[in-house]
């Protein structure tokens, strides 16, 4: 990334055109609760066309006004339950920051310090840390460890994959998976099974992940852009 250009945390939604949503509601595995989006998607993407909506960017504004869903739901002829569900599976492309405290790698005269300094969250640790540089001056003015600040900053860019928390985001990075590029070039069957065998050395199990999980996280980290210098 060029000194001057702003990090993205989340998903340019703008580069993802219907054409390519509606392949993937067709051909990926949906969570049972997004299973309808697949009935009539084809006929909703047209109508959508129609009316000047061409990527997601157009359509989570779109969607944004609820007051607007039962004259939508005439003009693409869906329900306004079918409205809502959609609303939810463009929002999943949106990656939602996680409070600086719960990746758990600061100790809390450096939560306060980054407070002060208006960083919070992984999205505006991201934000702020992308370039080597920008690092360096955070340390040097907050007085910050330098091993953590870049550990947090891995996770940060870890949990904007949609389904990665902070502790599964902790175990990809001990695998030494630093970002969702990373993520993507790894073979996910390799991931779970080091998952699996972690979890079986642990004296309290986590979550049983099945390769559908690690599917359904890589259908999002696919659009991350990977702004951070290394």
Known sequence: MAIGEVAMYSTDLSTIDLTTFEETVLTVDLIPSRRMLADGISNVVCALRRIGVGD????????????????LAVNLEVSEQYLTVLNREVNAYVSKP?????????????????????????????????????????????????IR???????SDLVRINGVGPSFAR??????????????????????????ESIA????????????????????SQHLSDDIER
Do not use: M, Q
């Open 56 to 71: 997601l960017g157009d359509l989570r504004r779109l969607l944004r006004d609820k007051a607007r869903y039962s004259d």
């Open 98 to 146: 996680v409070p600086l405290a719960r990746l758990g790698v600061f100790t809390d005269r450096e939560l306060e310090s980054l407070r002060s300094a208006g960083v919070t969250s992984s999205k505006t640790l991201y934000e702020r840390c992308s370039l080597t540089s920008e690092r360096t001056n955070l340390v040097d003015e907050l007085g910050l460890d330098r």
């Open 149 to 155: 600040l870049e550990l947090a900053l891995d996770l």
């Open 201 to 220: 050395a642990e004296a309290t199990p986590g979550p049983d992940l099945r390769i559908e999980d690690l599917e359904y996280c890589r259908r999002f």
């Open 171 to 196: 175990f990809l990075r001990d695998l030494g998976i630093r970002g969702p590029h990373e993520f993507n070039a790894i073979d996910p069957t390799d991931v779970l099974d080091r998952y699996r």
